[in-house]
């Protein structure tokens, strides 16, 4: 079955939080719907509380098999309440960095549901809290949280060599989300995008809670992706990430979004977004968009394409981890004995690259 071609264009339109009932139904009634892989697939893609409340939302949820309706309400219901605790630890941390006087906003899934940005809090599958901290601030803010509950999960060795996005991942005891106090919101510098000082300059407040501004928060759930998640270099899409994206799609003003739409890899995101879902901001298609979106149906479509882009990036990647590592494995006899006693780490880590 062509993943491009039947569930996941099925799930897209399934998904898509602008179209109204009667396209909905539309698709309900003509598709022939293996309800079985769409919720392998939904599930994957951490979508299922979404395709409840979309389908709620336009009252066709009699549209289900009735056993599938109740795994998915009591899924959702489930999510819904995971959310609204996970929301007063947001705000709980807020009042805690707030204290202090550290300047801060929140990020991603916990900027979305605070926000307001969803209509239902089980709409949206919420992993770890995000928060990014002022570089001078950004020891405080771990330490404070660590006074009030929080403890640092042990990480990797290459911490000590290498910087990362975030300081080492908070967990606590007695709450239900971890929390990642970011120094940058990108793993690699991506054109400038999402500059740390500049997101937290133009941060707005909402609901009492501070958040990056509505252009910071489109370029974020794009090259989170992009970036972060190797969505890029893998040349695929997330139905998570493409659901926030067209939720903030309709916020945006055709202004910010033209200027958005001008950055290479944000544009390549709305290239494959398209392959599947309108857009309240389309853009001209240029011959290279075209190209692009060309390659991206055919990995998409064909399970010998996908598989082989997808080794031939992982081995790209492998060889471009290997030579950086080499001059600091050559040069650091303190990196070479970490590299050794995690060896088997290390090993599964260069051999297994995987979007």
């Known amino acids: 079955m062509a993943r491009a071609d039947t569930t996941y264009r099925l799930l897209v339109q399934l998904l898509h939080p602008h179209l109204d009932r009667s396209a909905v139904e539309s698709v309900l009634k003509q598709a022939a719907i293996n309800w079985e892989h769409i919720v392998v697939v939904a599930s994957k893609e951490l979508v299922l509380p ?124 007695t709450r239900l989300g971890a929390v990642e106090v970011h120094r940058k919101l990108l793993a690699k510098p991506t054109l400038n995008l999402l500059n740390p000082k500049a997101v937290l300059a133009s941060k707005q407040v909402v609901a009492d809670l501070p958040i990056p501004n509505i252009s910071h928060l489109m370029t974020h759930a794009v090259l989170n992706f992009q970036v972060n998640d190797t969505g890029a270099a893998f040349g695929f899409l997330s139905l998570r990430s493409a659901y926030d994206v067209l939720v903030l799609d309709e916020r945006l003003s055709q202004k910010s979004f033209n200027q958005l739409i001008d950055s290479p890899p944000i544009r390549a995101y709305f290239n494959k977004l398209q392959v599947y879902a309108a857009i309240q901001h389309p853009y001209p298609l240029s011959t290279k968009d075209r190209l692009l979106q060309w390659g991206f149906k055919v990995k998409q479509g ?54």
Request: with cysteine; glycine share 4%.
């Open 50 to 173: 979404t395709l409840y409340c979309n389908l709620h939302r336009l009252d066709l949820l009699d549209y289900l098999p009735d056993d599938l309706k109740a795994y998915l309400e009591d899924l959702t219901t489930i999510n819904r309440n995971r959310n609204q605790t996970l929301l007063e630890e947001v705000f709980e941390i807020h009042r805690i960095l707030e204290a202090q006087t550290i300047d801060h906003v929140f990020l991603k899934g916990a900027a979305l549901l605070a926000s307001g940005f969803y209509d239902d809090l089980g709409v949206r599958m919420v992993g770890d809290i995000d928060v990014l901290v002022a570089p001078k601030d950004l020891e405080l803010a771990q330490a404070c949280l660590i006074q009030n509950g929080y403890q640092e999960i042990p990480i990797t060795f290459g911490n000590k060599y290498f910087e990362h996005k975030h300081l080492p991942r908070l967990f606590s005891d």
């Open 302 to 355: 064909h399970w010998f394409a996908l598989r082989l882009w997808n080794t031939s990036i992982r081995f790209g990647r492998f060889v471009r981890v290997a030579a950086n590592r080499s001059w600091l494995f050559i040069s650091n006899r303190n990196y070479r004995k970490d590299c050794y006693r995690d060896r088997h780490r290390v090993f599964r880590k260069l051999l297994h690259m995987k979007p």
